[in-house]
């Protein structure tokens, strides 16, 4: 446990060395933010209400996203991919700790580093600029601790799985355009899912990339309340499980196929 | 670097042979003539190197049709994504700041249009960070040929296209969208906006990579203007705030990429009050842009001094 501890301590230290890519980051995310926000503003006008979401909603929606893209790592997380690629993964792999939980464990480091650094700043300009407020409930906050440390745990699950991918594909640029389009469109990053179509809106929520996005944005801005608030957290928990687990099925067949060469 | 380093594999210099260049012996393909009397700054040889530099680029990306091919598709849906957004959003919401989707659409395809292009154009200028911390920048400049054209010619990725295809697909959906009466100055508009859209993004992407002689990191805060800028472009300027709107007009001038040349071909009325004759100078401003940018990076260039490794 201590070692997994240790772990976490190396992958928030290791993203927090990039000090002025987060703080560039973080300005990228902010400015993104209020184009997004002028558009709702805009929109918003002709109605007052959709899909349960009112303009304060969407204005607070949009800097949440803005910065959860890097807490969750939504675009590019490839290290596992650059150590297959290197043959730093075979020294990995024979390392007295589990291979899966070891990253795992960095990632969750990094999360919380990405967290300070690239989620907090846009919100609180957010704040500023544009008035929207946090949550006073405290049921919420406590809510949405565990929301989000699934939320990572899914967005990791995914994520190991698309590494393991360059076992058998190298040139993983493929992979990683189409899993970007995916995992934008439907973990409700642009668009909250309660605006979608009907229909569509319930097939996408049931789909692990809405236990990254947008249940943890729902939980914050209080739109499930006691069993749908459950059952949201219990969707997120059944996706962590199944992805890490599906993730260790695809390792196996993957030590199967790794040769390593000298030695 | 020490300098073996610079001198070609094999023999030096190398035996005459008919297939030397393009036969893998380790040297380049070789250029044309004119290019040995090239002098920095000249427009010709300059343009005759870009091509030739581009070309050999392209064959050498066409050899991997397969991965060409997925990841040009990849492009293109990465950024269809934001249109089907566009798309979902005005499924709920009748219209913004009294635009159609259809009129967004033509914002966006047009914007997506100029920026996919310029995207394509100018990979090098995005990859300079790269090349000053290696320090290969100082081989573009013992060349007989001129810093911009090489660095311009220096990463042409055609995968781009997909988001090049995009952009046309986005703006033909939008033609067949909104009834537009098209005349010969309409057309004129419309194709003079995506060539001034081109050298616009082409000329913050060049600004952006003059910065970096100075700060040697790719500052990232460049993609505020590129894909920032993209994204700002595709919704009518009267939903921004003034500043925004000010600072995108006077400082970048964004706003004559596509919101000013819409309003003339959807003969839509602006609330902001620029002048109608604006509608027409995206060229002009164009060409200004880009001599400003040029003259940044003339000043990054003389100012750069390497990184001493």
């Known amino acids: 446990m201590r070692l997994y501890w240790e772990l976490a301590r190396y992958g928030f230290r290791r993203t927090a060395i990039y000090r002025s890519a987060a703080l560039s980051g973080a300005i990228t995310n902010t400015f993104f933010g209020f184009l997004r926000a002028y558009t709702f503003i805009a929109l918003f006008q002709t109605r007052g209400e959709v899909g349960g979401y009112v303009l304060a909603d969407a204005l607070a929606f949009t800097f949440i996203t803005q910065g959860m893209a890097a807490l969750i790592a939504l675009w590019a997380w490839w290290p596992i991919a650059e150590t297959v690629q290197t043959g730093q993964v075979a020294s990995d792999l024979s390392r007295p700790y589990d291979y899966q939980f070891a990253w795992l464990a960095q990632d969750y480091g990094r999360a919380l580093f990405q967290l300070v650094a690239r989620s907090v700043p846009p919100f609180v300009v957010g704040m500023i600029a544009f008035g929207i407020t946090v949550p006073t409930d405290p049921l919420i906050w406590l809510a949405i601790i565990p929301s989000i440390v699934l939320a990572v745990a899914v967005s990791f699950g995914w994520r190991f799985i698309l590494n393991l991918t360059t076992f058998w594909w190298i040139d993983q640029r493929g992979i990683a355009n189409t899993s970007m389009l995916v995992a934008t469109l439907f973990s409700g990053f642009l668009v909250p899912l309660a605006m979608w179509p009907d229909g569509v809106r319930e097939v996408v929520y049931a789909l692990p990339f809405a236990s990254m996005v947008a249940i943890p944005i729902d939980v914050f801005l209080g739109k499930l309340q006691g069993v749908d608030l459950v059952a949201a957290l219990a969707l997120q928990a059944f996706w962590a499980v199944v992805l890490l687990a599906l993730g260790r099925l695809v390792l196996s067949a993957a030590l199967h196929k790794l040769v390593v060469q000298g030695g | ?309």
């Open chain 2, 1 to 309: 670097m020490s300098l073996r380093d610079w001198r070609p594999r094999g023999p030096y210099p190398p035996a005459p042979s008919p297939v030397r260049g393009g036969g893998g012996d380790g040297w380049p393909a070789p250029l044309p003539r004119a290019l040995g009397r090239g002098v920095p700054g000249r427009v010709l040889p300059d343009f005759t190197l870009y091509a030739a530099l581009v070309r050999a680029q392209v064959s050498a990306q066409l050899q991997y049709r397969g991965s060409f091919v997925v990841q040009a598709v990849g492009q293109f849906l990465a950024t269809f994504v934001d249109f089907i957004t566009l798309v979902f959003l005005f499924q709920r919401f009748p219209s913004i700041a009294g635009w159609t989707l259809g009129e967004v659409a033509f914002l966006y395809g047009l914007g997506g249009l100029a920026f996919g292009i310029s995207d394509l154009l100018c990979g090098g200028f995005d990859g300079l960070s790269k090349m000053i911390r290696l320090g290969t920048f100082d081989r573009v400049l013992t060349r007989p040929v001129g810093t911009f054209a090489q660095v311009l010619a220096g990463d042409v990725q055609i995968r781009r296209l997909g988001r090049i295809v995009q952009g046309m697909v986005t703006l033909g959906l939008a033609v067949s969208w909104v009834e537009v009466a098209w005349t010969a100055p309409k057309v004129a508009v419309l194709v003079s906006a995506v060539v001034a859209g081109v050298v616009i993004f082409t000329a913050i992407w060049v600004i952006g990579a003059a910065i970096t002689f100075w700060t040697v990191e790719t500052s990232e805060v460049t993609n505020v203007f590129t894909y920032g800028g993209e994204a700002l472009v595709s919704y009518p300027m009267p939903i921004y705030a003034e500043g925004l709107r000010r600072f995108f007009t006077f400082v970048v001038p964004l706003v004559f990429v596509s919101y000013l040349p819409a309003l003339y071909i959807l003969e839509k009325a602006d609330p902001l009050g620029l002048p109608p004759v604006l509608q027409l100078c995206s060229p002009i401003v164009a060409v200004v842009f880009l001599l400003v940018a040029r003259f940044c990076w003339a000043l990054g260039v003389r100012h750069y001094q390497g990184t001493g490794s």
